[in-house]
């Protein structure tokens, strides 16, 4: 397995779709590959413009992910 930061995927997922991809589909997506990868329990993470997200494993090995996002029109 390849090591990778949250920002190289994030970078190459971005790349990938040619654009930026939105928080929720970042999380849902990327960030759920990542914290499967590397058999994480829990995660808490960040964008610094406000978007929260809390992955958690629950014990029939499903992800719980809880999101808070912020919008600015």
């Given at each position: 397995?390849?090591?990778?930061?949250i920002?190289?995927?994030?970078?190459?997922?971005?790349?990938?779709?040619?654009?930026?991809?939105?928080?929720?589909?970042?999380?849902?997506?990327?960030?759920?590959?990542?914290?499967?990868?590397?058999?994480?329990?829990?995660?808490?993470?960040e964008?610094?413009?406000?978007?929260?997200?809390?992955?958690?494993?629950?014990?029939?090995?499903?992800?719980?992910?809880?999101?808070?996002?912020?919008?600015?029109?």
């Amino acid at each position: 397995m390849e090591d990778k930061t949250i920002e190289t995927a994030l970078d190459e997922t971005a790349g990938a779709v040619g654009h930026k991809i939105k928080w929720t589909g970042f999380v849902e997506t990327t960030l759920v590959d990542f914290f499967s990868a590397y058999k994480l329990e829990k995660l808490a993470v960040e964008d610094g413009n406000g978007n929260k997200a809390k992955l958690s494993l629950l014990k029939d090995n499903s992800i719980k992910i809880e999101l808070s996002s912020v919008s600015v029109i």
